[in-house]
Structure formats: C-alpha cells, structure tokens
C-alpha cells in the first residue's frame, strides 16, 4: 500500500536558488482559452458502440452478420471483394478484399438440438433485417443461445426487457430463459405463440434475483412445426437517463464525467468506408431499431447502428455538449478501395450533409426538421460543427471539398466547417474552413518531443486546428499518458490557434485487447491513466493563458550522435549508387543517389547507430511517402520523429541526388539539391507545464507534467502574494503502472489543501506525475 504521502507535492518552506525555476506572469495574457478545446471522439470501433455504450446486451440480434460488406462482392476464394475501381489519391486499382469466413452469421448464437437450423432470406421480417433463424422442429426440440458480448453481466434486482420476433407454422410455444454460465436459470418466461405463418413480436421482463456474470439468453423450441426467429434483443431497463433501448450508464457516465465540450460522430474510417458503398449512412441509421439495415463495419464487425444519428444528438443534448458531425466526402478509405465520385455523383452526397444538418437544426416546417420534431424533439439539437470526411488528402478532396464547403455556408453560415485536411500543400487550394483536422498517432517519445509543435506553427497561419485525433501508441502506461499531457500542455498554451482537440480511439471492450481509453467488459468498466490525464485537463481548463517560463539551462541539453551510419530500404526497391561519406570531425556528410523502382516509401540514412538499438535516421518517403523526416529509435524500439509532416513525396523511378550534412546536433536533409529538413536536435527533460487563470472563480491553474522516473524539485515563482487553494497530483510509482479491472483506480487524482506563501516556493512533484496547482487569488 502506498502512502499518501508518496503523491503530495512537497512545497518547501526554503527556496534554493540553484533550483530550476517554473515562472508564471500571473498578470500577463496568452492566448484565450476556447470553451470548446477538450471534447470526445466517438467511432464504432472495438465494441465501443454495440456491445458498449449501445446497452443492448444480445449480439447478432438480426442474424446479420453473414451479410458482407455494401459495394462488395463474395470471390470465389472466399473474400468480400471491393469494385475494381480507381483509387482518388492516384488512380491505383486498390483491388481491395478482406477474407470473409463462411460462419459468420451465427457468430454469438449456439443452436442445438435434434432439429434442424439454417439462416434464410426467405421469409423477411423486413427489408433491413432480411435473415432470420428457421428452426425446423419436427424431428426435436431445440435451444437457441445467445452468448452477448462474450458474456452477459447480469445484475440482481435489476429488469432486463426480452423482445423477439416469431413466424411460427404449427409452434405454439416457447420459452425464454436468462441462464448463467453452468446453464442454471436466473428467471424464465413462457410465451404462447401464433401459428398462423405471421410475424409477431413476443416480448417479457426477466427479474434475476442474483448477479452473474458470463450469462446467456436461451430460447427454447418444443419439438414439432417449423418457426422462424428474427430480432432477438434484450436490454436493461437501468440505461443512462432512463431510455428504454438506451446507453449503457456507467459508460456514458465515465464520458460524461469528461465533460466534454463536443463529440464527434460517427468517426473515423467507417465514414469513408472500405468502399464509397459501405460508408456510414446517417438516414440508414435513424427510425425503429428493426428497420436499420446496420452495415460491416470496417473495423471487423457488422455494426447495428442502435446508437445512430438520432441517439448521439440526443446524448450531446443530454451531457451539454456540441454536436460534430463527420459527412463522407464522397470518397472510400484510400487505405481500403478509395473509390470516389465527383461531378454530378456528388451532388447527392452534398444534400445528404445537408439534410443531416437539417436534421439536427432545421425547423420544423423543414423536411428533415418534421422527421426530429415526429419522433418527440421539435427543438433543434446542438449541432455546431460538420466535418467533411476523415484523412481525405489531395486535388480530388480539395475539389469536392470545396463544393462542400460553399454549400453548407451558403445555407447554414453558423455551422463551423471541418476540413479533413491535415497540415499539407492541399491547404493553398481550399475555399476556406473553420478547422483543419491533423491527427498524431505516435509513440510517446514523440509526444514529449514535440509538446512545443504548435509553439512552432505561425501566428498567422491562416486555419484554426482541431487535433481530432491523437494517442501514443507505443504503450498504454502512465508513461504514455504523460506524453499525452506534455503534448496536451502545448495544445492549451496554444489555444488560439488549436481551438479542438480529441483522443482516439476512446474506448473498448476489453475482448479486443487494445487498451483504448476506456476500457470495458460486459458488466464493469475504467478509464486508464490517459483519462485521467484528460479529465484533469478538462476540469481544469482556464479562460486562458498565463505566460510561463521553464529556467532550467539544463533542460535541454545539446547532444552529438556518435555511431555508424548506414543506408537501407524502407518498404521500397531502391537501388543506390555513388555513395560518399565524409567525416570532418565535427561534420559527417552523406551523400548518394538513390533510384526508387517500386514500393510505397523510399529509404532510410541510420546514424548514430550503437550496439543497444539506439539510432537516428533521416526517413525519406515516411508516413506512406508523405515526408522527409529526422526520427530516433530508442532502445526499446520506440520510435519518435520530430517536426512535422512536410509533404515531400520519392518520386518512383527517377534518380534522386540525395545529401544528409550531420553538425553535432544541427541536422539537415537534402533532396535533389532542395534542403528539405533543418534541425536542431536537443534532448529534452520530460517536464512541461502549462499555466492558466479563470476569471470567474480568480483561480490561477498550473499543470505541471513531470514525464522522468525521479521526482521533480523546482521553484516556483508566481510572482504573486499569498493565496489559498489546492493540490491535485496523478501519480504513479512506475512509469509503466496502469489502471486494470482489478485496480481500476491504482491511478486516480487525489487532492490536498495548499497554501502558497509567495512570491517563490519550493515545490517538488513527484516522479511520473501530471501536478495541477490551483491557488485563489481572491482569498
Ligand atoms: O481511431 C482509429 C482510426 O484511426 C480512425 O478511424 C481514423 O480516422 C484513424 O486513422
């Protein structure tokens, strides 16, 4: 057990003049700190919607799931092909295909039994639910279970509502039960049915006395006659708000306690699709659950669309957040097929962004606003922004975007347009936006190195930025999530500029073993430490920024790479030729030609390479052939790049005159006689902080990161009096300490009463800690 004590940042009586110092113009202004900076990225994606915080707790309920994805077609072979067709960034034929298992359809279900079973088109309960079970019961009885999502989590004293529909020739009964995992029932149900070769829905309340969990649903058949069984769905009647067919309520809770400023849906790449056919279509998702068609998800699941269009405005509305919603572009996944339409096929795309928005906002009179207003919500939903695709790059987007973009103006001029456009050349051929969306997928070394990245983008550069997604991938640990703060201290000294940002993915069910934000299994959930990190963040946002100075001239500190240096392929054929190094002592300069024959990157120059694994390279032709960049392996293998993308492609099939001039730690990488990267290498202690002031309650807040294993001792100079207030520290032993099932709390806030006697203080934060230090200065 650790002792508090552990945690507490030690405010120091006696100031130490050799210490570094953290200063804070506690009566100077930074930048204004937008309402709208922290919010929530939502995608269907590992379980997060179905199986999530969708509450129902039957999966495959329409025996769908065989169904393969819209646009493709089932080869020979066995794969769920995509149309042979042009890919937008560069007319490739992608021809893309995923492997689609034959047993797809009866997934979660197990049917047994001296009958008979097969899924059929036969008898349609509707167009959207087409499949359904046939059971063929004149040789046996059979049972029919449902295992949910790898287990239901049944809770004592609590209701769960059964729904099914029936078509019965010549059964006349049968019956339901909630059974645990030894197959013991918690509570059944008889249902009497009509045998008239009609479809009917059945429907009952189980009331389980006790709490289990790994439990099934079974529905039991009594030899004789044939029945068909469709949309099976069972839900706990305690949902978030009290829906019936809602949120799952610690799930929604754990999002709301976010208090996120905006959430965006539907994504991410389901947007886009793996083809334009299977992208996520807004309309298909609203209405009676059974008349959604639901679609594969391209994150490898068929997703039901339960918590659609409808359901994610409703809970917007219900946690007092703005609403983004994300429209294809007309465009499929340029990893997937990336087939595309543009010309008069958009048109149809435009209006269906339009007709979403009307949707959210219209009036009433509006076609799209009666739909709202007919399902019980005449007043309009707080839609603000509509982004206009995800990671869409090149002409063919700027094109359609741009068509995009004037229309939802000219008719909404108050919704805030998103380009999915990240920083590139694209930018100069934009009709305008109101936010472009990078997003950094990166290992945590990478986040520490580039906290300062938007210190760095220019004051007048001409779009705001909403970083719509970002996690340190490497790891997930405390010491990930701390290189997400120091990354986030960045974003909130530079909110001018970056007025949005979203982690992603945010969260899982822990079937699919990805540690995302939140993490979950049927019955119990957590965030891990990066949620925590997030959560402080955004409870402890100021109105803006207070100018703060780290005086440590040990901070950074330059550093010389000694070691081998070596030229290899990278996911490319290259050939080489003429290579010529020369090492003045001080200077070592590379230089080759470099013909690329095929292959999606181009090649690497490895320096500084000692026996651990430790090395830096310049990476020509990184992100998929995007940029020329500087990055560093550590040890372990984590790889960290620094600066940002530069959009500098390897043309394939041409000699190129390549040049790397490596000054102690000044580096330089050259192509084709153009300087394409200028750095200055420093190595950076992990310790970051942010300041801010909040009006309202006269609050100075300062978030302190100490990313280093050993505790940080600095003074801290407010240049203020005395003042009251408290201490929050989120702290680990380890760096590579993490919240679990078992300990969903090892890393939890805890806060403590501080006085700062001013104008300096000693303070000291403890090893792998984000501090946030909150002094009143009205006391
Ligand atoms: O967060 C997972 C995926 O990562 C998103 O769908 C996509 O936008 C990004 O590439």
Not at 305 to 311: D, P
Not at 375 to 399: A, C, D, K, S, W
Not at 528 to 543: E, I
Request: aromatic share 12%; hydrophobic share 35%; glycine share 10%.
């Amino acid at each position: 057990m650790k002792s508090d004590k552990l945690f507490l940042v030690i405010a120091l009586a006696a100031s130490c003049s050799h210490l570094p110092e953290v200063e804070v113009d506690s009566l100077g202004k930074g930048a204004q700190i937008p309402e709208s900076l922290y919010g929530v990225f939502f995608e269907e994606i590992t379980g997060s919607g179905d199986g999530g915080l969708y509450a129902e707790m039957v999966r495959g309920r329409g025996f769908e799931e065989g169904v393969i994805p819209s646009g493709c077609t089932l080869d020979a072979a066995g794969y769920a092909a995509a149309p042979l067709a042009p890919c937008y960034s560069n007319d490739s034929i992608n021809a893309f295909k995923i492997p689609w298992a034959e047993d797809k359809d009866l997934e979660a279900w197990k049917v047994s039994g001296a009958g008979k079973w097969q899924i059929t088109d036969k008898h349609p309960l509707n167009g959207a639910t087409s499949h359904s079970l046939e059971l063929q019961l004149e040789k046996g009885a059979i049972t029919v279970e449902n295992e949910g999502y790898w287990g239901m989590s049944i809770k004592g004293g609590e209701c769960y509502d059964l729904s099914f529909y029936l078509r019965s020739a010549g059964v006349e009964e049968c019956s339901a039960s909630l059974i645990d995992a030894e197959g013991l029932e918690l509570d059944s149900h008889r249902f009497e049915t009509t045998g008239d070769g009609r479809w009917h829905q059945y429907s009952a309340t189980f009331h389980p006395s006790e709490s289990k969990d790994g439990c099934s649903l079974r529905l039991s058949f009594p030899q004789g006659g044939t029945a068909w069984l469709d949309f099976v769905s069972l839900f706990p009647e305690s949902t978030y708000k009290g829906r019936s067919g809602g949120l799952r309520k610690d799930l929604a809770e754990l999002i709301e306690d976010l208090h996120p400023a905006f959430v965006r849906w539907p994504g991410g790449c389901i947007v886009e699709g793996l083809t334009l056919a299977n992208r996520v279509k807004w309309k298909e998702t609203l209405g009676p659950v059974e008349n959604r068609p639901g679609e594969y998800d391209l994150w490898g699941y068929r997703a039901t669309y339960g918590l659609g269009y409808h359901e994610f405005l409703l809970f917007c509305e219900d946690i007092g957040s703005k609403a983004m919603f994300v429209c294809n572009a007309g465009m499929s996944c340029l990893f997937r097929n990336g087939d595309f339409v543009m010309g008069a096929d958009l048109e149809p795309f435009i209006q269906d962004a339009l007709d979403a928005i009307e949707y959210a906002i219209g009036d009433t009179d509006t076609e799209w606003g009666a739909k709202r207003a007919a399902v019980g919500h005449p007043e309009p939903f707080p839609l603000e922004y509509v982004e206009v695709g995800n990671e869409n790059v090149f002409g063919r987007y700027v094109q359609n975007y741009n068509r995009f973009y004037s229309a939802i103006k000219e008719r909404y001029p108050a919704i805030k347009v998103v380009s999915a456009l990240m920083f590139s050349k694209d930018l100069e051929d934009i009709s305008g936006a109101d936010l472009i969306d990078p997003h950094y997928y990166e290992a945590s070394p990478w986040f520490y190195d580039n906290a300062d990245v938007f210190d760095k983008l220019p004051d007048d550069f001409p779009y705001k930025v909403y970083v719509g997604e970002y996690a340190a991938v490497d790891k997930r640990c405390m010491e990930s999530a701390l290189a997400e703060a120091a990354f986030l201290t960045g974003v909130e000294r530079n909110s001018d500029k970056v007025q949005l940002v979203s982690y992603a993915p945010l969260m899982e069910n822990a079937h699919f073993g990805r540690d995302h934000m939140i993490v979950f299994d049927s019955g119990t959930s957590y965030g891990r430490s990066n949620y925590q990190v997030l959560k402080l963040f955004a409870h402890n946002k100021p109105d803006y920024v207070l100018p703060l100075r780290i005086n440590d001239p040990e901070q950074k500190v330059p550093f010389t790479p000694v070691g081998e240096v070596s030229v290899r392929e990278n996911n490319a054929c290259v050939e080489f030729n003429s290579l010529d190094v020369k090492n003045h002592g001080d200077t070592c300069t590379i230089c080759f030609k470099a013909l690329k024959k095929s292959g999606l990157q181009g090649w690497q120059v490895v320096f500084g390479q000692s026996g651990e694994g430790h090395c830096f390279m310049a990476d020509y032709g990184s992100h998929s052939n995007e940029s020329v960049l500087f990055r560093e392996v550590s040890e372990r293998g984590d790889v960290s790049l620094f600066d940002y993308r530069n959009q500098c492609p390897i043309t394939t099939g041409v000699w190129h005159d390549v040049k790397v001039e490596l000054a102690a730690n000044h580096w330089t990488a050259w192509l084709d006689g153009d300087k394409v990267v200028d750095y200055h290498y420093l190595k950076v202690k992990r310790h970051y902080a942010v300041a801010g002031f909040k009006e309202d309650s006269g609050e100075i807040i300062l978030k302190i990161v100490n990313g280093e294993s050993t505790p940080w001792k600095f003074v801290l100079n407010l240049n203020t009096g005395a003042s009251k207030g408290e201490i929050i520290t989120l702290a680990a032993e380890n760096g590579n300490d993490e919240n679990s099932f078992e300990a969903p709390e090892k890393i939890a806030p805890k806060a403590y009463p501080f006085r700062y006697k001013g104008r300096k203080q000693t303070m000291e934060c403890p090893a792998n800690s984000l501090t946030i230090i909150k002094l009143n200065t009205k006391s």
